[in-house]
């Protein structure tokens, strides 16, 4: 599976987006963009996953660059249960295991 | 409700003294795996199960054991323990094969004296 590189930390307003980036250069043609968050020390908790297309679901949206080197998550109206840290996987279709990075630990103030 | 469980949530033990820690899902999923979390290595896979019967290693399976009996369990042995496998452990499952989400139990945090 590809590697990701995250930002370690990232905070923003209570309301407001909150855009959280990730670096997957050597992503391949059959490796998926995951998103996952763990709140506190609580198990992961899956968000959202895509492959080309921009992806929306009921918690967030995935923006994933033409070359799909990068994507972007978007939480829309950020809150307090938010804090977390998120992770950004890539991983092939046919493949179950998640291989976690250290991810982005996301603060939302009020 | 779809849920991963997970027992104990909390287990203080000593050296040497097994231990299983129980892990159940209501999903009907093929595939099972347990990660450890230690502060500053993230979530490391022990072992998977991708049906009954059929299990494998994952990055860190020294210490362990794992039996998959039935479709819905997927218990992890610790036969002798040691103070290193002091830890937070996850139990996930999903759906084999495609890219479908892995449903993570809520944790169990080991400490071996």
């Known amino acids: 599976d590809a590697k990701t590189t995250q930002p370690p930390s990232m905070d923003c307003a209570e309301g407001r987006a909150a855009n959280l980036p990730c670096n997957h250069s050597?992503?391949?043609?059959?490796?998926?963009v995951y998103w996952y968050r763990q709140i506190h020390s609580q198990g992961p908790q899956y968000i959202i996953h895509?492959?080309?297309n921009n992806e929306t679901n009921e918690m967030a949206s995935l923006i994933i660059t033409e070359d799909r080197k990068s994507s972007t998550l978007i939480l829309p109206h950020a809150t307090l249960r938010d804090t977390a840290v998120y992770y950004c996987i890539a991983r092939k279709s046919s493949g179950d295991k998640l291989t976690f990075g250290t991810g982005t630990r996301l603060a939302v103030r009020p | 409700e779809a849920q991963v469980t997970q027992n104990p949530r909390y287990l203080i033990t000593v050296t040497g003294k097994k231990l299983t820690v129980t892990c159940s899902q209501n999903m009907n999923h093929e595939y099972m795996s347990w990660y450890r979390q230690d502060p500053g290595l993230g979530l490391r896979q022990i072992y998977y199960?991708?049906?009954?019967?059929?299990?494998d290693k994952g990055d860190v399976p020294e210490g362990y054991k794992v039996s998959r009996k039935e479709k819905r369990n997927f218990p992890l042995i610790l036969e002798s323990p040691s103070p290193n496998q002091t830890s937070l452990y996850f139990c996930a499952s999903q759906l084999a094969g495609g890219p479908h989400e892995q449903f993570f139990g809520p944790g169990t945090r080991l400490t071996v004296l």
């Open positions: 199960s991708m049906n009954v019967e059929v299990t």
């Open positions: 895509g492959l080309k």
């Open positions: 050597t992503i391949s043609g059959n490796e998926y």
